[in-house]
């Protein structure tokens, strides 16, 4: 079994709903925020962490 995957994204504050960097949308309350993804076990995800960097250039 492989790591548990942290995506990066922000949360609505009228719906309660994360929409990640890689186009996913979550539901409220399935997701919980994951302050040191590496430290905590997790694996950021790719796309994710990709379209950060591109964003900051």
């Given amino acids: 079994m492989g ?4 995506h990066i994204g922000t ?3 009228w719906s309660g709903q994360v929409k990640t960097l890689c ?3 979550m ?3 399935g997701n919980s ?3 040191f993804p590496t430290l905590s076990g997790y ?3 790719p796309t994710c962490r990709a379209t950060d960097i591109a964003a900051k250039r």
Wanted: aromatic content about 10%; charged content about 20%.
């Fill in 3 to 6: 790591k548990p995957v942290a």
């Fill in 11 to 13: 949360r609505s504050w």
């Fill in 23 to 25: 186009g996913q949308t």
């Fill in 27 to 29: 539901p409220e309350g």
């Fill in 33 to 35: 925020r994951v302050w």
């Fill in 43 to 45: 694996t950021v995800c």
